[in-house]
Nanobody, 123 residues
């Protein structure tokens, strides 16, 4: 099993920045791709960004390109999501997820999920 724990959420004004972290523990060899997803009230969970844990493959949703950056620190088994120029529409619970395979923009293929961290952007 793999455990994923997110941190770094909070309340920020529009235009501000936050950095989310996702620390993996347990059988981390079971995952080689990580994704960040978010879910706003009344909406479906949506893909934000993904990264392979080896190589340089990254992928972003169009809504966050140029504002968000996903990165990893393999020594710490941690994936980050740097969020800049935040907008009120970025308000959501942010989840990290892991799987063994390619980055996928759908939530269902991911086997492991964190508990989520709330990000609130005020206007």
């Amino acid at each position: 099993q793999v455990q994923l724990v997110e941190s770094g959420g909070g309340l920020v004004q529009a235009g501000g920045s936050l950095r989310l972290s996702c620390a993996a523990s347990g059988r981390t060899s079971s995952i080689n791709a990580m994704g960040w997803f978010r879910q706003a009230p009344g909406k479906e969970r949506e893909f934000v960004a993904g990264i392979r844990l080896s190589g340089s493959t990254l992928y972003y949703a169009d809504s966050v390109k140029g504002r968000f950056t996903i990165s990893r620190d393999n020594a710490k088994n941690t994936v980050y999501l740097q969020m800049n120029s935040l907008k009120p529409e970025d308000t959501a619970v942010y989840y990290c997820a892991g799987r063994y395979g390619a980055i996928n923009i759908e939530a269902r293929p991911y086997d492991y999920w964190g508990q989520g961290t709330q990000v609130t952007v005020s206007s």
